[in-house]
């Protein structure tokens, strides 16, 4: 837990004047998505709310909110732990994002769009591949979908997909061999954002839909092995 709870403490400026459950959550949410916690986590009240310096009851709402989110859950008697997601979470997981970001690629309007995130989240996902950082290509491979969201410009659109990609990276953490499944969509991403580039919004969502669909199979597969190990 202490390696875990590493520069938390500075994440206490971002809770600025009002310590809300809604701004512990989204600090939470947001070290769920980076893989700080990894599933299975139990997160200890006296910990977390030390160093975020929040109140026990501040905490336990923001515990709630994201119980609420499918992030947490409360086990009685034991304590609050990160999620283990099953192979059903991780397939409705996928599901909604092909309908979302799909949706938000066909929906684009005519071009230049604000692509500086996605190309952004390209190139840390290639400073990470060069330095073998393969937990750290994963989190910019998150990065780049939530910038791909972003050009809806909807916070609602946003909202949800903050949530969607947290589990995400729950999903990620049973996998055993991180680089062979982030290391290809690097190259797939960079795809799409040249067809983005080059204001061609078709060519982009197809290959959106076909990276989902195979991300899915290599995911589901190695969850389905994980699951049934002895």
């Known amino acids: 837990m202490a390696e875990q709870l590493g520069g938390l403490a500075d994440d206490r400026a971002l809770l600025g004047r009002?310590?809300?459950?809604?701004?512990?959550?989204?600090?939470?949410r947001s070290r769920i998505a980076e893989g700080f916690f990894p599933p299975g986590?139990?997160?200890?009240?006296?910990?977390?709310?030390?160093?975020l310096g929040v109140s026990r009851n501040t905490l336990r709402e923001a515990f709630r909110l994201l119980t609420h989110e499918r992030l947490l859950v409360h086990e009685l008697n034991r304590g609050v732990f990160v999620r283990v997601l099953t192979v059903e979470d991780v397939e409705d997981?996928?599901?909604?994002?092909?309908?979302v970001e799909?949706?938000?690629?066909?929906?684009?309007?005519?071009?230049?769009?604000?692509?500086?995130?996605?190309?952004?989240?390209?190139?840390?996902?290639?400073?990470?591949?060069r330095e073998g950082d393969w937990k750290g290509l994963g989190t910019a491979n998150i990065h780049f979908h939530r910038e791909l969201v972003s050009?809806?410009?909807?916070?609602?659109?946003d909202e949800l997909m903050r949530s969607v990609f947290a589990e995400l990276r729950l999903a990620f953490h049973v996998v055993d061999d991180p680089r062979r499944l982030h290391e290809p969509y690097l190259a797939r991403n960079r795809e799409i954002l040249r067809a983005l580039e080059a204001g061609d919004r078709s060519e982009a969502e197809k290959?959106?839909?076909?990276?989902?669909?195979?991300?899915l199979e290599r995911v589901v597969e190695v969850y389905r092995r994980r699951v049934s190990a002895p």
């Open 18 to 28: 009002t310590s809300t459950a809604e701004r512990v959550s989204d600090i939470l």
């Open 41 to 51: 986590t139990r997160l200890s009240e006296d910990s977390i709310g030390g160093a």
């Open 93 to 99: 997981i996928y599901r909604t994002r092909r309908l």
């Open 102 to 129: 799909c949706a938000v690629v066909r929906g684009l309007g005519e071009p230049p769009h604000a692509l500086d995130g996605l190309a952004d989240a390209v190139d840390e996902g290639q400073r990470a591949a």
């Open 151 to 157: 050009l809806a410009g909807s916070a609602r659109t």
């Open 207 to 215: 290959l959106l839909a076909v990276y989902l669909d195979d991300s």
